[in-house]
């Protein structure tokens, strides 16, 4: 059993974190000061040394150079605040076999331990040094960040409980706040995950050619129908199909979706051969359906059979406990993405990430940090690198963002977005709160000259 020595003066935390060490399988001595670790070191011996940076009698670099002055070999793991991570990355040179920051999800420090301890069978690579530095490279990328917010919590647990059922799943939330990320989640926890995940963006499709997409066609059906196509009912048949945006749906094609779950039944176009499909339905819109159903341009019975169970997926703004988890996750899959090995963010970048609003949420962190990392020179982020929209955010970007929604006044706020921004629909549909394609649609359907 791999033995852990803990430095924590947090009495409550260290208790915490032992308990949940132990009950992962490791031996752990707790220990709450530099002093109480030195003497515990003379008459044991460790397999990994896990330290906080701050110490009352004692700072973690202090710490890991005497550790590593008495057993060269034993890896020292730092626990760091978010505001530490340019002293964390200077302990890392200084041979700290890795950082983890406070506060920290629990897949992680497993994570990092195992490949610390270099335990046969674990799946989680080694982490190398390369040969012409003394920086490590990137860290393994989670696939999915729960978070640790109450608001993250709220929506992992309605993910836990409707994910082994088969009900309809109605997600709602703001653009960019990872609608299909959750969607996924819901499909990997289910009994269908040996089965096909089929998304389809209902705002990208004409409504002319929806059934077609849906359905498939035979060929020779149409004009250009060259050859069969299987739609996306068929293909996710087993699996799950996940309708995004399906607001944009004419109220044809929804006549056409209500059919089709109500008889579990599809007929490609130009066929006379009818197709049993099972599908796990779930969508998810950015819009108000009930306001939608109100006005007539929703159905309420489509409705209804769509929101078996609804999940609200809340803003950044609602998440702020997990900004800086989320930053470090987006992070790791830039370096991957871009074979660059940025270690984290200066103090002076953090405290403008967290000060900032993000209207555009997950997707828009993702793309900054992406951009960042990409012109990143040094170990850490800096500020000068940043969009000068999140430097310098302006009023209309950060408190007066638009909020978007099937009104009666909706054809005039896409023409006034339009006139603030010049035309330029990029930036109108990130007022409006909604995606580019989405803009297409709505600017195609009121005939708006832009």
Same mark, same amino acid.
């Given at each position: 059993?791999?033995?852990?020595?803990?430095i924590?003066?947090?009495?409550t935390?260290?208790?915490?974190?032992?308990r949940?060490?132990? !009950?992962?399988g490791?031996q752990v001595? $707790?220990?709450?000061?530099?002093?109480?670790?030195? !003497?515990n070191?003379k008459?044991?011996?460790?397999?990994?040394v896990f330290?906080?940076?701050?110490?009352?009698d004692d700072?973690?670099?202090?710490?890991?150079?005497?550790?590593?002055?008495q057993f060269?070999?034993?890896?020292?793991?730092?626990?760091?605040?978010?505001? %530490?991570?340019?002293t964390?990355?200077?302990?890392?040179?200084k041979?700290?076999?890795?950082?983890? @920051?406070?506060?920290?999800?629990?897949d992680?420090?497993?994570?990092?331990?195992? =490949?610390?301890?270099?335990? %046969?069978?674990n799946?989680t690579?080694?982490i190398k040094v390369?040969?012409n530095?003394?920086k490590?490279s990137?860290?393994?990328?989670?696939t999915?960040?729960?978070?640790?917010?109450?608001?993250s919590?709220?929506?992992?647990?309605?993910?836990?409980?409707v994910?082994p059922?088969?009900?309809?799943?109605?997600?709602?939330?703001?653009s960019?706040?990872? !609608?299909?990320?959750?969607?996924?989640?819901?499909?990997?926890?289910?009994?269908?995950?040996?089965?096909?995940f089929?998304a389809?963006?209902?705002? $990208?499709?004409?409504k002319?050619?929806?059934?077609?997409?849906f359905?498939?066609h035979?060929?020779?059906?149409?004009?250009?129908?060259?050859?069969?196509?299987?739609?996306?009912?068929?293909?996710?048949n087993g699996?799950?199909?996940?309708?995004?945006?399906?607001g =944009?749906l004419?109220y044809?094609?929804?006549?056409?979706?209500?059919?089709?779950?109500?008889?579990?039944?599809?007929k490609?176009i130009?066929s006379?051969?009818e197709?049993?499909?099972?599908?796990?339905?779930?969508t998810?819109?950015?819009?108000?359906l009930?306001? $939608?159903? %109100?006005?007539?341009?929703?159905r309420?019975d489509?409705?209804?059979r769509?929101?078996?169970?609804?999940?609200?997926?809340?803003?950044l703004e609602d998440r702020?406990e997990?900004?800086?988890?989320?930053?470090e996750?987006f992070?790791?899959?830039a370096?991957k993405?871009l074979n660059?090995?940025?270690?984290?963010?200066?103090?002076?970048?953090?405290?403008?990430?967290?000060?900032y609003?993000?209207?555009?949420?997950l997707?828009?962190m993702? =793309?900054?940090?992406?951009r960042?990392?990409?012109?990143?020179?040094g170990?850490?982020?800096?500020?000068?690198?940043l969009?000068?929209?999140?430097k310098?955010?302006?009023?209309?970007?950060?408190s007066?963002?638009?909020?978007f @929604?099937?009104?009666e =006044?909706?054809? %005039?706020l896409?023409i006034?977005?339009l006139?603030?921004?010049?035309?330029n629909k990029?930036?109108?549909a990130?007022?409006?709160?909604?995606?580019?394609?989405?803009l297409?649609?709505?600017?195609k359907?009121?005939?708006?000259?832009?």
């Amino acid at each position: 059993m791999p033995k852990i020595l803990l430095i924590e003066d947090d009495v409550t935390f260290s208790a915490m974190l032992e308990r949940f060490l132990k !009950k992962n399988g490791f031996q752990v001595d $707790a220990t709450y000061s530099s002093e109480e670790a030195q !003497k515990n070191m003379k008459g044991n011996s460790y397999d990994l040394v896990f330290t906080d940076l701050r110490l009352p009698d004692d700072d973690g670099i202090s710490v890991l150079t005497k550790v590593k002055d008495q057993f060269p070999d034993t890896p020292v793991i730092l626990m760091t605040g978010y505001a %530490e991570v340019s002293t964390a990355v200077k302990a890392m040179k200084k041979g700290a076999f890795d950082y983890i @920051s406070k506060p920290f999800n629990q897949d992680e420090v497993l994570a990092v331990i195992r =490949n610390a301890l270099k335990k %046969e069978g674990n799946p989680t690579p080694e982490i190398k040094v390369k040969s012409n530095s003394d920086k490590p490279s990137a860290r393994p990328v989670k696939t999915r960040v729960a978070g640790i917010s109450s608001a993250s919590n709220k929506l992992n647990e309605y993910i836990k409980l409707v994910a082994p059922t088969d009900m309809s799943v109605l997600i709602t939330g703001e653009s960019g706040t990872g !609608k299909e990320v959750v969607a996924r989640k819901i499909h990997e926890d289910s009994l269908r995950r040996d089965f096909s995940f089929i998304a389809v963006d209902c705002g $990208a499709i004409p409504k002319e050619i929806a059934a077609s997409e849906f359905f498939g066609h035979i060929k020779g059906s149409f004009t250009g129908a060259v050859t069969n196509k299987t739609g996306h009912f068929e293909a996710a048949n087993g699996g799950t199909i996940f309708l995004d945006e399906v607001g =944009n749906l004419s109220y044809e094609n929804q006549i056409q979706l209500l059919r089709a779950l109500q008889e579990r039944k599809i007929k490609p176009i130009g066929s006379n051969k009818e197709i049993e499909v099972d599908i796990r339905l779930i969508t998810a819109t950015n819009e108000d359906l009930l306001k $939608a159903v %109100e006005k007539g341009q929703f159905r309420e019975d489509l409705y209804h059979r769509l929101n078996e169970f609804s999940i609200q997926v809340p803003s950044l703004e609602d998440r702020k406990e997990d900004l800086m988890i989320f930053a470090e996750h987006f992070l790791d899959i830039a370096n991957k993405q871009l074979n660059k090995n940025v270690l984290g963010f200066s103090d002076e970048v953090i405290n403008v990430f967290q000060t900032y609003k993000w209207p555009g949420n997950l997707r828009e962190m993702l =793309n900054v940090i992406k951009r960042s990392a990409l012109l990143s020179q040094g170990d850490l982020i800096q500020k000068e690198v940043l969009p000068v929209e999140i430097k310098s955010p302006t009023a209309h970007q950060v408190s007066e963002k638009k909020s978007f @929604s099937r009104k009666e =006044n909706e054809r %005039e706020l896409i023409i006034n977005a339009l006139n603030e921004v010049d035309n330029n629909k990029s930036k109108a549909a990130k007022l409006l709160n909604i995606t580019r394609k989405t803009l297409y649609n709505k600017i195609k359907e009121y005939e708006i000259d832009a």
